[in-house]
């Protein structure tokens, strides 16, 4: 499908973005022939990507994820074991989509683990979930008898990922890694703010209670010549965190995109981009050298 890499390489430049997580994703070669070649034509340029996808008994299309990263501002984290009694660097992690959560999400979520690099940054680790939460009819749990509604159902995801799975990335250690981390869920909800319950996602020993910080509407409708298209009522693209990571955000925001880059033209908008626009984060621990700014769904459907 061809959209308007130009302006999304503009967005992301504009933005100062050191991460971008991308959902709908169906081939790379978008992203390595047009995207990362746009972004590294400048000077001293570094960006690097990855997609994943993986085919599930709910995700029979495949449909995968994609993360976009500045390499002169952060980098993947590195994979390190214990051989012959010395910790060496074997690799990266690697995104990976956790599919063992493929019965309780339909679209199981993409984790990726990034750290800061330089001088003088802090010693943490970024863990971002990336995740499109079903919006329509899964016909895999009507099949087995799930009787919850569209809504219910994508309530129920909701709390998967806030009660069940963001608990274990941001305490899992299991590669003895000991930098701080910071977790977020990012992505298209398919939900209202307002929807999305405070939880306490840690055990009752810990408290760490989940919110989202994006309530502008993120979702667009084209119109056409005697309708104009404009925003919906519908802000579904969110960031999640718990109160750790709270006071160290310096910022959300919506991209006005239709406005800043069409001169307010949503229809041309939608048909070069998406039904969607970009939301933005700033998190920024302390160090002036260090600011990441992570966007949520910036397409629809790349191919």
Same mark, same amino acid.
């Given at each position: 499908m061809n959209r308007d890499w130009n302006t999304v390489a503009?967005?992301?430049r504009d933005t100062r973005a050191d991460i971008v997580a991308v959902q709908e994703v169906f081939s790379e070669t978008p992203l390595k022939l047009q995207l990362c070649q746009r972004l590294n034509a400048g000077f001293l340029c570094d960006w690097r990507y990855r997609c994943v996808s993986r085919q599930t008994c709910r995700n029979i299309r495949g449909e995968g994820?994609?993360?976009?990263?500045?390499?002169?501002?952060?980098? !993947?984290?590195?994979?390190?074991?214990?051989?012959?009694?010395? /910790?060496?660097?074997?690799?990266?992690?690697?995104?990976?989509? /956790?599919?063992?959560? $493929?019965?309780?999400? =339909?679209?199981?979520?993409?984790?990726?683990?990034?750290i800061?690099?330089?001088?003088? =940054?802090?010693?943490?680790?970024l863990r971002?979930?990336?995740?499109?939460?079903?919006?329509?009819?899964?016909?895999?749990? /009507?099949?087995?008898?799930?009787? !919850?509604?569209?809504?219910?159902? /994508? !309530?129920?995801?909701?709390?998967? !990922?806030?009660?069940?799975?963001?608990?274990r990335v941001c305490k899992d250690r299991s590669d003895g890694n000991f930098r701080t981390p910071y977790t977020f869920i990012a992505g298209d909800y398919n939900l209202l703010q307002g929807e999305c319950s405070v939880i306490d996602g840690l055990p009752k020993e810990e408290v760490a209670f989940m919110k989202t910080r994006q309530i502008l509407a993120s979702t667009i409708t084209q119109g056409d010549? $005697?309708?104009?298209?404009?925003?919906?009522?519908?802000?579904?693209?969110?960031?999640?965190?718990?109160?750790?990571?709270h006071q160290y955000i310096h910022g959300v925001e919506r991209i006005?995109?239709?406005?800043?880059?069409?001169?307010?033209?949503?229809?041309?908008?939608?048909?070069?981009? $998406?039904?969607? =626009?970009?939301?933005?984060?700033?998190?920024?621990v302390g160090s002036s050298n260090l600011e990441h700014v992570m966007l949520g769904k910036t397409t629809e459907e790349i191919k």
């Open positions: 503009d967005i992301m994820y994609a993360f976009l990263w500045n390499a002169r501002r952060v980098d !993947l984290s590195p994979n390190e074991k214990v051989i012959g009694g010395n /910790r060496v660097v074997v690799g990266v992690h690697e995104p990976e989509i /956790r599919t063992e959560w $493929s019965r309780s999400l =339909v679209r199981p979520p993409c984790v990726a683990r990034f800061p690099v330089g001088w003088c =940054v802090p010693f943490i680790e971002v979930i990336s995740t499109h939460i079903i919006f329509g009819e899964d016909k895999y749990s /009507r099949d087995r008898g799930n009787d !919850l509604s569209d809504k219910e159902m /994508r !309530l129920a995801e909701y709390r998967a !990922l806030s009660e069940r799975l963001f608990p010549d $005697s309708s104009p298209g404009h925003y919906t009522d519908h802000d579904y693209d969110h960031f999640s965190h718990s109160d750790r990571e006005d995109a239709p406005t800043r880059y069409y001169g307010g033209d949503f229809k041309k908008y939608g048909q070069k981009m $998406s039904d969607h =626009v970009p939301v933005a984060m700033q998190f920024n």
